[in-house]
């Protein structure tokens, strides 16, 4: 399917998406970017695209979102797409739905090798039941947050890389297994103005711990499951790699345990494996993933809140 698309933002998530869509860019829009070719989405002719990737700053999403749903555009924002006022999330899907648009926020890490290869893992049984669920993800991003003019504010690393974490478990295991709060554990600003560490966790049926931060100054990811008949591991993604997949089947009563490894050296596949996914989207006439924006925003919200009580 050929879709022609505009970029809204044209900054480094926009220049990204631009590399990646190639030739169906038909248009790009930023309001300081002297080489896009409109400064606002309005001066864009309807009728010359059919969708819109959106990268800009969070306040801008719902107001941009909402005008193009109305209009019947598709729309890819980056995440994490949250809440200004009460009720902005579902009047973009009630939007969506009526013009039968798709809305879909970006999160790339569901396209990683690995990242599908866990969950195939979990869906196959082979791991039995799921005790717990360990993820840090880090980057050495603070100096260039403290730069930015709208990013060094507020719960900080908690929406941007707590966002994807988060993601990711509703990826793996849907929303309905946590069935216990998500708690601060620490909230940190060691360097930057908006938190750059936090540890966030949940004692539910299935036990998790998120840590993230701005401080690591080599980019790293990693992810240890425990479960009754093994263990699975994932040690960064394929843009850091190597990435490593290591898979332990469990030995009764106790021994070494058979490990199955799997390691990649390659390209990160994410940013073009989820921009094809949003143009079948489009074609099928969606479904769109708000109600996992609305699941996601929830639990941000929160968290920001204690968070940012705590690190008062």
């Given at each position: ?183 601060i554990r620490l909230a940190n600003r060691f360097e930057n103005r908006s938190l750059d560490h936090v540890v966030i966790d949940c004692d539910g049926s299935i ?10 100054w080599r980019n790293h990811f990693t992810c240890d499951v425990l479960a009754k008949e093994g263990t699975a591991h994932i040690e960064s993604l394929c843009k ?73």
């Amino acid at each position: 399917m050929t879709l022609r698309v505009i970029i809204i933002g044209m900054g480094v998530q926009g220049e990204k998406r631009k590399k990646v869509a190639g030739d169906e860019v038909v248009a790009t829009v930023d309001p300081v970017n002297p080489n896009a070719d409109y400064r606002e989405l309005g001066e864009v002719e309807l009728g010359s695209f059919d969708a819109a990737l959106a990268c800009v700053p969070d306040a801008a999403k719902p107001g941009l979102l909402l005008y193009l749903l109305q209009n019947g555009k598709h729309v890819l924002v980056e995440k994490p797409l949250i809440s200004l006022k009460v009720g902005d999330l579902q009047r973009l899907k009630e939007a969506a739905a009526r013009s039968g648009a798709v809305s879909y926020t970006a999160y790339n890490h569901r396209f990683e090798p690995h990242f599908m290869r866990m969950k195939a893992l979990f869906d196959s049984g082979a791991l039995g039941r799921v005790y717990t669920v360990r993820m840090f993800y880090g980057n050495g991003t603070a100096g260039l947050v403290r730069q930015s003019p709208w990013r060094d504010e507020g719960a900080g690393v908690l929406p941007d890389l707590g966002s994807h974490l988060l993601d990711t478990l509703l990826f793996w295991f849907g929303p309905g297994a946590f069935n216990a709060p998500f708690r601060i554990r620490l909230a940190n600003r060691f360097e930057n103005r908006s938190l750059d560490h936090v540890v966030i966790d949940c004692d539910g049926s299935i036990v998790v711990q998120l840590e993230m931060t701005l401080l690591m100054w080599r980019n790293h990811f990693t992810c240890d499951v425990l479960a009754k008949e093994g263990t699975a591991h994932i040690e960064s993604l394929c843009k850091w790699g190597p990435s490593l997949f290591r898979h332990r089947a469990r030995v009764r009563p106790s021994g070494q345990p058979p490990e199955r490894i799997e390691t990649l050296i390659q390209p990160d596949p994410t940013w073009a494996s989820e921009y094809e996914h949003f143009k079948a989207l489009c074609a099928a006439g969606g479904p769109g993933n708000i109600d996992n924006d609305i699941w996601i925003d929830g639990q941000l919200k929160a968290l920001s809140r204690e968070a940012l009580r705590g690190a008062a």
